[in-house]
């Protein structure tokens, strides 16, 4: 398979918060990129900013990097194999940059099955944001074989501060994204638990905020998800749906490798209830509102809140 080093267009497919400032940053680092998203609303916000963009993957075929961020395995699916799917119309040697969180196994079947096509894979799941994601300042977990490296240097130079050569077996990038999504759930559910115990004894939220964020019990999803709270803003930059999908994704791994995750099952019981008490599409802060049900704790409300951050 022939690799080139040279970008000759890069379609980015899903325009969502990870995906849209992943977008402007790379066309903002002079590469010829065009957005894809079947939301009119999530293209017509890329195209003003300056972006080029299509309704269906089909029509980034002149690509030769594809770039996607779109949200489980099902859309992986549907975006590059479906009736309106890439894959099967890229130029031989192409590349496609596998961002979203997935399986390992997902990872590896997809991996085959696109070297088939004459095309390279890089197994890419990334961590960071939107706000890094827009200042190209994303963690990459990424493995694949040294020519998909080199193929996609440009890009991952543009999107991402860190990149983690992690092997050249596709699936290992998922892997070690599925070890941070773990933390990551956990982390929230547990911040919300400890802002819903501190509401109950009466603590002042924004008091919680600047003691905690000084104090060893901080984490970086405390610092960065309860200033959502004392908003009352639970807009979804990361919604719950994402974490009732990647604590599962973690859940059924550990169960096939028979490795209990009892607090990660814990955290996907409270994102879980929050989905059932209709919070899903809301940020994944919302996890903290299964608590006011619970316990009947007054949150910070967007028309009156704390004061914010």
């Not at 638990?193 to 603590?203: S, T, V």
């Not at 970086?220 to 709270?229: A, D, K, L, Q, S």
């Not at 996890?287 to 809140?305: C, E, F, H, M, W």
Request: aromatic share 4%; hydrophobic share 45%; proline share 4%.
């Amino acid at each position: 398979m022939s690799h080139s080093n040279e970008v000759q267009g890069v379609g980015v497919i899903g325009l969502g918060a990870m995906g849209r400032g992943t977008a402007m940053a790379l066309h903002e680092s002079q590469l010829d990129v065009v957005g894809c998203d079947i939301v009119d609303e999530a293209r017509l916000a890329f195209e003003r900013e300056g972006g080029k963009c299509v309704a269906s993957p089909v029509e980034l075929a002149h690509c030769n990097v594809i770039v996607v961020l779109v949200v489980n395995a099902d859309q992986v699916e549907t975006v590059l194999f479906g009736e309106q799917g890439v894959a099967p119309c890229l130029a031989e040697g192409s590349l496609v940059i596998q961002c979203a969180t997935v399986a390992p196994a997902f990872a590896r079947d997809l991996n085959a099955r696109l070297e088939a096509m004459g095309l390279a894979m890089l197994d890419a799941p990334v961590s960071g944001g939107a706000a890094k994601a827009r200042r190209g300042e994303l963690s990459v977990m990424a493995s694949g074989t040294p020519g998909a490296f080199s193929q996609a240097e440009p890009v991952l130079d543009a999107m991402a501060a860190t990149v983690y050569r992690l092997g050249d077996a596709a699936g290992v990038g998922s892997s070690m994204k599925l070890v941070n999504q773990l933390l990551a759930g956990v982390h929230i559910a547990t911040a919300a638990e400890a802002m819903a115990l501190g509401l109950r004894m009466g603590l002042d939220p924004q008091t919680i905020y600047d003691v905690i964020t000084h104090s060893a019990g901080n984490s970086w999803m405390f610092e960065n998800r309860v200033p959502h709270i004392l908003k009352g803003d639970y807009s979804p930059l990361s919604a719950v749906d994402i974490f009732v999908k990647d604590l599962n994704l973690v859940h059924e791994t550990g169960r096939e490798l028979a490795i209990s995750t009892p607090v990660a099952a814990s955290a996907l019981q409270q994102f879980t209830a929050a989905k059932g008490a209709g919070f899903g599409r809301e940020d994944d802060s919302a996890v903290i509102k299964v608590y006011q049900r619970l316990s009947g704790i007054t949150l910070p409300d967007a028309a009156n809140d704390s004061g914010g951050v």
